[in-house]
């Protein structure tokens, strides 16, 4: 499959780590997808200690999806606060790993599951927007997407080739 990683951007994401670091990953993600969660699981101990020295930098996207299950990540994704970055990153993770629990629910019920958790609705819908446009002009489909460079690891992502593609470009 060939992206258009031309019309990538680094805005209107959570952004862990330095502008500066010399790699740049940026994912597409849903917070009900359980590739996503797979991901998150497998990936962020590895990438934790990169992003901390300033070699990485993780660029997150939340992508409002159409599949009934993946609603219900849009829900979530309502009550992101984006200003705070690393407020807004541990959300991401917590309602990540937890997603067996709360993507269970009927779609009608997540935003007071939300509320009830004591989470502020936020005013995310132009960010969704452009990230939803900026993934189409890419030419992302399925979630997650996960760019390392002009390489892309599409869903499930194969753990050997994925920390190769980080290692070559430090």
């Known amino acids: 499959m060939a992206f258009q990683t031309d019309k990538i951007t680094y805005q209107d994401a959570i952004k862990l780590g330095k502008d ?6 940026v994912e597409y993600y849903n917070l009900a997808c359980p590739d996503a969660l797979n991901y998150q699981e497998q990936f962020a101990f590895f990438l934790d200690p990169l992003v901390q020295t300033g070699q990485v930098q993780r ?5 409002n999806k159409t599949r009934p299950r993946l609603q219900k990540g849009n829900i979530v994704h309502d009550y992101i606060n984006y200003v705070e970055q690393e ?3 541990s959300m991401v993770d917590q309602y990540m790993r937890s997603q067996n629990d709360w993507a269970q629910l009927d779609l009608d019920k997540i935003e007071a599951y939300l509320v009830q ?3 502020v609705k936020q005013d995310n819908n132009e960010l969704a927007a452009r990230v939803f446009e900026e993934a189409q002009a890419v030419g992302v489909g399925a979630v997650p997407t996960i760019f390392v460079g002009d390489q892309a690891f599409v869903e499930t992502v194969d753990p050997t080739l994925f920390k190769r593609a980080i290692m070559e470009r430090i």
């Not at 500066?20 to 990953?25: D, G, M, S, W």
């Open 20 to 25: 500066t670091a010399r790699v740049k990953i």
């Open 59 to 63: 660029i997150l996207k939340h992508y």
């Open 87 to 89: 407020n807004a990153y």
């Open 117 to 119: 958790q004591g989470l």
